[in-house]
């Protein structure tokens, strides 16, 4: 069950802000064709508002792979589309197979982990920032500390203290 939740979390891309999987993805996890999932969705449009699936334009699939090198989701002669969680879950009603059923429950396992990984990482960050926020309040303290104290050592420096004399000279 690891391996297939670690294996779905590779498929999963941040595009627009948003985490999504690609049609072509989903398809392979569901087990059916990419065009019978997206024929599926289109019977459907109404349960799929921009928020849940969304098309890629050509420029994004250019960035994707440049960026990732080749590409999962192959060369399509169409723009493909991504679903987000809401999406998949959407889905899951209208891809009524067994298959379809054991596969959401791990897409929507993977997405919870993506969210707690996400929250822990943001408290980390927060607790960063705040040791931040300490160490330069400490910097700042003790710098000043250090100053006063090269301060105290340069006037010793520039003026030694008198001392009193102490026996005889040759001059008494």
Not at 36 to 62: C, G, H, W
Not at 113 to 122: G, I, W
Request: aromatic share 10%.
């Amino acid at each position: 069950m690891a391996n297939k939740l670690a294996q779905i979390q590779n498929m999963i891309y941040e595009i627009r802000g948003q985490k999504v999987l690609f049609d072509s993805d989903l398809a392979t996890l569901y087990q059916v064709e990419t065009k019978y999932l997206n024929r599926t969705v289109k019977r459907n449009l109404s349960r799929f508002p921009a928020d849940f699936m969304f098309q890629l334009t050509k420029s994004e699939i250019t960035d994707l792979r440049c960026q990732f090198g080749t590409s999962s989701w192959g060369g399509s002669r169409y723009l493909p589309y991504v679903f987000t969680e809401q999406g998949i879950a959407m889905l899951s009603g209208l891809l009524n197979s067994e298959i379809a059923i054991k596969v959401n429950i791990q897409i929507m396992r993977t997405f919870v982990q993506l969210r707690h990984y996400v929250l822990a990482k943001s408290d980390t960050n927060e607790q960063i920032a705040e040791l931040r926020k300490l160490l330069m309040l400490y910097i700042e303290k003790n710098d000043k500390r250090v100053n006063d104290i090269i301060v105290a050592l340069n006037n010793l420096i520039e003026q030694p203290p008198k001392t009193k004399k102490i026996g005889f000279s040759a001059s008494d």
